[in-house]
Each structure stands twice: as C-alpha cells, then as structure tokens.
C-alpha cells in the first residue's frame, strides 16, 4: 500500500515520487514539511513523521492528523517553528500558557488562536505585542486598557494605538511614543492631541503626510507645515491654500518631492525656482508648471 495520500495537488505530488515506505516519508519532509500532505492517514498520524515534519515547517501540522493536534510534544515544535501553527492545536492546546508563549513569542500573531483566557494573560500578551505590536487587537479588553501593555505595543509599532481603548488614546506619553514610531499613529490620537503642537510635530518629523490627521489649526501653522513638507512634499496636498501659496514652503516640498507641485498654487507652478526645483528632483513634474514655464524650460 501506497504510504501517499491522493488528496489532490497530483503536480505537486509527483515531485516525491512513489514514497510507498515510512522511510521515504521521512526523507521528503526533511526537505519539506508539506509533503505531509500527501502521506497516506496512517503515516500522518506516525508522531515520528510528524514531528519531522513540523521542525522543518511548522505549518505543516495542518497535514497531521486530529489525533496530533492534541499532542503537546509536537505542538511545541510546530510552533517554535512558526506561531501561526497555533491555530491548528486543540483547544486543549490553545490554552496551555507555556505553549503559546513559545507560539507568540515566535509570531506575536499567534495570540489571536490562543484561548480567551490566555489572550487575557499579561505575560503571554506582553510577549505577543513585544513581538508584533499589532497583536495588541487580540488582547482582552482588559489589557487593551492596560498602559505597561499599549506602551510596549506601540513602541514595537506606533500603528498598534489604533488597538488601545479610547482612554489610553487620549494619553499623552502613549500618543507621543506612538507617533515617534510612525507619524500616521497620529489618526488614532484624541481629538485634543491632535491639536498638541508638539505631538503633531512629531509625527510630521517621522512621516510628512500625517499632518492630515493635525487639527485644523495645526494644518495652517507654517512650522508644523516646514516639518512635514520637508520629511515629504507629498504633505503640501494637506495644507491650507494659504500655505499651498507660501513660496517658502512650497520650495520645501519639492525640494522633497518634485511631485509635490502638482499642489501649489496656481502662481508657484509659474514661479521659476519652484518649477525649477521640482523638475531637478522630478523631472515628469513640469507637467505641473504653467504652459509659460513649461515652453520657458522647454526652449
């Protein structure tokens, strides 16, 4: 008897050959783990075979049998490997703790297949979200609240405050880390802080077009404007017309980005040494210029 499996993927298949002994099962995951896919359901229940399988891949445990899904032994393993394969564990599994810190502590994504009660664990959180800071939409809403654990997300990844409760959103040191660490952060900040100069200037240092998320009043101030054209001149789109017409910033921004003039004012775009600028950064910008520039640069 044929130690494959025919469950489709024939193509692939056929790459192992006729593997009709254990020891050849073995050999081919050694070199892959998903050619688990194609033993026969005897051998994918062989914990031998499996575990092989699954050091070499970890999402090859998908391939095993119920039986293995329940075998802490090769769960461990397979996660080590890759977290991910968390999600083929049983519940049982799921909810051992030693388990899934290794699983999140290899893919902090893991913590969205571990158990309620464990997704409400501050050390296999905290492991989860020092890992992948965005794991942070898997917690309870209990350490969602919690600031030691929002604090060690968004330091891994300024976005992960889009996951904090509205409460920690509004908090200055958090926001602040979080836009240090990616400016667009700024959108999930409280609508007060987004009116902090300070904290929008951060933001802006770290990425120019987050001055979309500024307060009205911050998108009309020039140095909050400098700051973000010169971190990128894409940011100039998100300024008020009178900053779009302020030849010193628009020179900024494309001097950044010469693409950047394709939102300056109507004047700026026959202004030489903007038109200038921009084309020596972006030579597709004259595009941009007004028809008198663009025949004056032209000749």
Same mark, same amino acid.
């Given at each position: 008897?044929?130690?494959?499996? =025919?469950?489709?993927? %024939? ?34 229940? =062989? ?43 049983? =519940? ?73 409760? %509205? ?28 009116? =902090? ?103």
């Amino acid at each position: 008897m044929s130690a494959l499996n =025919d469950n489709g993927g %024939t193509k692939e298949k056929a790459q192992w050959g006729d593997m009709g002994e254990k020891q050849s099962v073995l050999n081919a995951v050694k070199e892959n783990g998903y050619a688990l896919r194609f033993a026969a359901e005897s051998i994918q229940n =062989d914990p031998d075979v499996v575990g092989v399988a699954c050091a070499q891949n970890g999402y090859a445990l998908r391939y095993a049998s119920t039986q293995l899904h329940d075998n802490a032994e090769i769960g461990r393993v397979a996660v080590a490997e890759n977290g991910i394969a968390l999600h083929y564990l049983s =519940d049982r599994l799921k909810a051992n703790k030693e388990l899934v810190l290794v699983a999140v502590k290899q893919n902090g994504w893991a913590l969205q297949f571990a158990s309620e009660g464990l997704r409400d664990d501050p050390a296999v959180v905290l492991e989860a979200v020092k890992q992948s800071g965005e794991a942070l939409e898997y917690a309870s809403d209990k350490l969602r609240s919690d600031k030691a654990t929002v604090r060690a997300a968004v330091q891994q990844t300024g976005g992960a405050l889009q996951f904090a409760s %509205t409460s920690l959103r509004k908090d200055r040191d958090l926001c602040l880390r979080a836009c240090a660490s990616a400016g667009g952060a700024l959108q999930h900040c409280g609508k007060q802080l987004r009116d =902090d100069k300070d904290l929008v200037l951060e933001a802006c240092a770290q990425r120019g077009p987050a001055v979309e998320f500024a307060s009205e009043r911050l998108r009309a101030d020039r140095a909050v404007a400098m700051v973000a054209a010169a971190q990128n001149g894409m940011a100039l789109q998100f300024l008020t017309a009178a900053l779009k017409a302020d030849h010193g910033v628009v020179l900024v921004a494309v001097c950044s980005n010469g693409w950047a003039l394709q939102f300056a004012d109507d004047a700026l775009k026959a202004n030489k040494e903007v038109v200038e600028a921009a084309v020596a950064k972006a030579p597709g910008a004259i595009r941009f210029a007004s028809d008198e520039m663009r025949q004056a640069l032209s000749s």
